[in-house]
């Protein structure tokens, strides 16, 4: 197993992590707190000094230092004394005064350094300058380090004359021990975090040493039982934490494996034995009902066929009284039909009549609607032509509201009004065009039904004169088909009386076959319903084989898999 993976490694990363940060946390609050306690402490003494300093200048002479030649009166070198003592006395590193000339640049006044820069030497200028000139002492509370200065913390304090600022006194306190104790701190802070990371390193080595050991032990013996190896010894683990709890569990479900595989091992082999038993017993059942299966199936064909013919017998003589009362029926039916076909001849003569002059009064209202649909057609082309007309107003009142938009356009706010109005007036005339539209499309329809009704009134004219003719030579048919009907009639009652007798006859005959095939009929399904219960044994017997031999053979697999144990 590799290392990253293992729960050791893992333990000891996080409690080195924990401890690093908590050790990082704790570094940067103390480095944090004891530079700011340098800064503050020593920027308030610089800014002491600077006060003191500037109480002791006089403000009218001092702004009175202008020039070069100032530079060499009495008061200068007496000011520039007082400023080198108290440098000395107090500690500090620089002591300077500076002001603003005219160009808003910041110039040395008094500087009692011991190399002191010269009346009117530029000094690069900074944030904190202004603020001093804004009449606020300030401490800059950010260390200045340099090869060429060292360790410098900064104060400033104004120098105020009738309430007006005229230079500031600048003091720049020498750090550089503190600093070396600050740097000191940080590297005993920085060899402390490295020392208790490596005491978190072999606490957590310890710790995940006792917690992954009994793991490690029981990954081995999961290990053994998954190579089918269940030959193992009790893992004995003393803790009485979860980790005691969980490897007396593991123990009890080894026991329990061991004690299923052996239980599993004995009924496998009773099942193998008893398997194959019932395979070999399967097999002589199987032979025995095949030999009684084909003796039945035998007779069974044989009683099928002679049931067979005399069913075929017995269906042909049904079909023939079938026949027999068919033909008595259809002569009775004939009968009936005749005395209905002299009633339906008279009718039929009476309709014929009715029809020619029904046909008469049709060709006359043909005549009628042809006419009527004459003048229907003329009425919509009258309108089609009134249409035109006022589609072409809808389109001049479109074309005069347009008009009378760009007008009321022209007019500006007077015209609005009448801008709605005319954009109404053009709405409707749309709406009229389009209603226009839609009924011409109704009269166009209109008038190709209306065609097409005219030239089928001429087609109905045609019809209805070849119909007149029609009626007039079935008149002439009906007035001799009554004649051959008498005929007939005649023929169909002498065809009755031997019907009779033959339908008598054919009875007695279909009562004999009919018991025959009765008795046929039993027999062969007797023969049949054996033959079928000998077919489900025989489908039984060879699924019981089947069931055995598969039985048998998951035996064998369930066998072969308990033996790969070792117990």
């Known amino acids: 197993m590799k290392l990253i993976n293992k729960l050791s490694f893992k333990i000891n990363m996080l409690i080195l992590f924990i401890v690093i940060s908590i050790v990082f946390i704790l570094s940067s609050l103390m480095i944090q707190s004891s530079y700011k306690l340098l800064t503050q402490t020593l920027g308030s003494t610089a800014l002491e000094v600077a006060a003191v300093t500037s109480a002791t200048i006089d403000p009218s002479e001092f702004s009175n230092i202008k020039t070069s030649d100032d530079a060499k009166s009495d008061f200068y070198h007496t000011l520039q004394e007082k400023l080198s003592f108290i440098r000395e006395k107090s500690g500090s590193k620089y002591l300077y005064t500076i002001r603003k000339n005219d160009k808003g640049e910041y110039v040395y006044v008094i500087d009692g350094s011991e190399e002191p820069a010269k009346l009117g030497d530029v000094k690069k200028a900074h944030e904190e300058y202004d603020r001093a000139y804004a009449g606020d002492s300030f401490i800059n509370n950010k260390l200045h380090i340099s090869h060429e200065y060292g360790v410098l913390v900064s104060a400033y304090h104004p120098i105020v004359h009738k309430g007006e600022v005229i230079g500031i006194v600048g003091v720049d306190y020498d750090v550089e021990q503190g600093y070396?104790?600050?740097?000191?701190?940080?590297?005993?802070?920085?060899?402390?975090?490295?020392?208790?990371?490596?005491?978190?390193?072999?606490?957590?080595?310890?710790?995940?040493?006792r917690i992954s050991r009994p793991l490690e032990r029981l990954a081995a013996v999961t290990n053994k039982i998954s190579d089918f190896d269940l030959d193992i010894e009790t893992v004995d683990i003393k803790a009485k934490d979860e980790i005691g709890n969980l490897t007396k569990a593991f123990n009890l479900m080894v026991t329990s494996i061991k004690d299923i595989v052996k239980d599993t091992k004995r009924s496998t082999n009773t099942?193998?034995?008893?398997?194959?038993?019932?395979?070999?017993?399967?097999?002589?059942?199987?032979?025995?009902?095949?030999?009684?299966?084909?003796?039945?199936?035998?007779?069974?064909?044989?009683?099928?066929?002679?049931?067979?013919?005399?069913?075929?017998?017995?269906?042909?003589?049904?079909?023939?009284?079938?026949?027999?009362?068919?033909?008595?029926?259809?002569?009775?039916?004939?009968?009936?039909?005749?005395?209905?076909?002299?009633?339906?001849?008279?009718?039929?003569?009476?309709?014929?009549?009715?029809l020619i002059q029904k046909s008469r009064e049709?060709?006359?209202?043909?005549?009628?609607?042809?006419?009527?649909?004459?003048?229907?057609?003329?009425?919509?082309?009258?309108?089609?032509?009134?249409?035109?007309?006022?589609?072409?107003?809808?389109?001049?009142?479109?074309?005069?509201?347009?008009?009378?938009?760009?007008?009321?356009?022209?007019?500006?706010?007077?015209?609005?009004?009448?801008?709605?109005?005319?954009?109404?007036?053009?709405?409707?005339?749309?709406?009229?065009?389009?209603?226009?539209?839609?009924?011409?499309?109704?009269?166009?329809?209109?008038?190709?039904?209306?065609?097409?009704?005219?030239?089928?009134?001429?087609?109905?004219?045609?019809?209805?004169?070849?119909?007149?003719?029609?009626?007039?030579?079935?008149?002439?048919?009906?007035?001799?088909?009554?004649?051959?009907?008498?005929?007939?009639?005649?023929?169909?009652?002498?065809?009755?009386?031997?019907?009779?007798d033959?339908?008598?006859?054919?009875?007695?005959?279909?009562?004999?076959?009919?018991?025959?095939?009765?008795?046929?009929?039993?027999?062969?399904?007797?023969?049949?319903?054996?033959?079928?219960?000998?077919?489900?044994?025989?489908?039984?017997?060879?699924?019981?084989?089947?069931?055995?031999?598969?039985l048998n053979h998951l035996a064998e697999e369930l066998g072969e898999k308990i033996d790969r144990f070792k117990t």
Request: aromatic content about 2%.
């Open 502 to 550: 033959m339908n008598l006859k054919k009875d007695a005959i279909v009562s004999m076959i009919g018991a025959i095939q009765d008795s046929a009929e039993e027999i062969s399904a007797v023969s049949q319903e054996t033959s079928a219960s000998s077919q489900e044994i025989l489908s039984s017997v060879n699924q019981l084989k089947e069931h055995s031999e598969t």
């Open 362 to 500: 049709e060709d006359e209202a043909v005549k009628e609607a042809e006419s009527n649909i004459k003048d229907m057609d003329e009425s919509s082309q009258k309108i089609s032509v009134i249409l035109d007309t006022v589609e072409q107003i809808s389109e001049q009142t479109n074309l005069l509201a347009l008009n009378a938009s760009i007008e009321a356009a022209r007019s500006g706010e007077h015209g609005r009004g009448f801008a709605v109005v005319a954009e109404e007036i053009r709405k409707l005339a749309d709406e009229s065009a389009k209603s226009t539209e839609q009924i011409k499309g109704l009269i166009t329809a209109i008038q190709g039904r209306s065609d097409k009704a005219v030239k089928s009134m001429e087609i109905s004219k045609k019809i209805a004169g070849e119909q007149n003719r029609i009626v007039n030579e079935t008149g002439k048919i009906f007035r001799e088909l009554s004649d051959t009907i008498k005929k007939l009639a005649e023929n169909i009652e002498t065809i009755e009386m031997l019907n009779s």
């Open 271 to 354: 099942v193998r034995e008893m398997s194959k038993s019932l395979f070999s017993i399967s097999e002589h059942v199987d032979t025995q009902i095949n030999e009684i299966s084909k003796a039945i199936h035998h007779v069974a064909e044989a009683i099928t066929e002679q049931a067979y013919d005399i069913d075929k017998g017995s269906k042909q003589t049904g079909e023939l009284a079938e026949s027999i009362e068919k033909v008595a029926d259809s002569i009775t039916a004939i009968t009936d039909v005749f005395s209905q076909v002299y009633n339906l001849n008279d009718r039929g003569s009476g309709a014929i009549d009715l």
């Open 180 to 209: 070396l104790v600050l740097k000191e701190m940080i590297n005993n802070i920085l060899i402390l975090a490295v020392m208790l990371a490596a005491f978190a390193l072999i606490i957590g080595f310890i710790f995940s040493k």
